[in-house]
T-cell receptor
Framework: DAKTTQPTSMDCAEGRAANLPCNHS???????VYWYRQIHSQGPQYIIH???NNETNEMASLIITEDRKSSTLILPHATLRDTAVYYC???????????FGTGTRLTIIP | EAQVTQNPRYLITVTGKKLTVTCSQN?????MSWYRQDPGLGLRQIYY???????DKGDVPEGYKVSRKEKRNFPLILESPSPNQTSLYFC??????????????FGPGTRLTVL
């Protein structure tokens, strides 16, 4: 599985868009990009995933660069409840193991 | 409500005393998995199961056992716990072939302390 690189921590003002970057320069053609978040020692929560097209759901948007070597998770209007650790994972679809790194600790500032 | 439940949520035990952490899901998922989470190390997979009676090792299986006799249950067994197994444990389940997607659910976690 391709490894990912994320900043250790980020801050974002409440109500602004939070943009979380992820580098995955060794991603292979059939590997997906997945994003999860974990709020204060709760179980990880699925956010979104994509292969090469940009994706949007009710929680977030995922922008994947054309060469697929990096992606950005966008929380359009961050709230205090979005404070969490965000994990970017690259994985073959259906692969039994998700390899979580250490993620980005996002803090939303009032 | 679709959910993964774990019991107990908190447990303090002593070295060598066998224990079992239960995991149950109500979504008829084929795939179930156990992770442990330690500071600075992220989540690491212990064991996973693709269906009843089918289990396999993850990244850190030493010191753990699992069984999958029923589709809904996937208990984690520590035959002789040691202090280095003090950790936060998560169970997860998913539809087969959908690991990582919006069908994957994690339990609330079990915080285990081994003295």
């Amino acid at each position: 599985d391709a490894k990912t690189t994320q900043p250790t921590s980020m801050d974002c003002a409440e109500g602004r868009a939070a943009n979380l970057p992820c580098n995955h320069s060794t991603i292979s053609g059939n590997e997906y990009v997945y994003w999860y978040r974990q709020i204060h020692s709760q179980g990880p929560q699925y956010i979104i995933h994509g292969l090469k097209n940009n994706e949007t759901n009710e929680m977030a948007s995922l922008i994947i660069t054309e060469d697929r070597k990096s992606s950005t998770l966008i929380l359009p209007h961050a709230t205090l409840r979005d404070t969490a650790v965000y994990y970017c994972i690259v994985n073959l679809r259906g692969n039994e193991k998700l390899t979580f790194g250490t993620g980005t600790r996002l803090t939303i500032i009032p | 409500e679709a959910q993964v439940t774990q019991n107990p949520r908190y447990l303090i035990t002593v070295t060598g005393k066998k224990l079992t952490v239960t995991c149950s899901q109500n979504m008829n998922h084929e795939y179930m998995s156990w992770y442990r989470q330690d500071p600075g190390l992220g989540l690491r997979q212990i064991y996973y199961s693709m269906n009843v009676e089918v289990t396999d090792k993850g990244d850190v299986p030493e010191g753990y056992k699992v069984s999958r006799k029923e589709k809904r249950n996937f208990p984690l067994i520590l035959e002789s716990p040691s202090p280095n197994q003090t950790s936060l444990y998560f169970c997860a389940s998913s539809l087969w072939g959908q690991v990582g997607t919006d069908t994957q659910y994690f339990g609330p976690g079990t915080r285990l302390t081994v003295l």
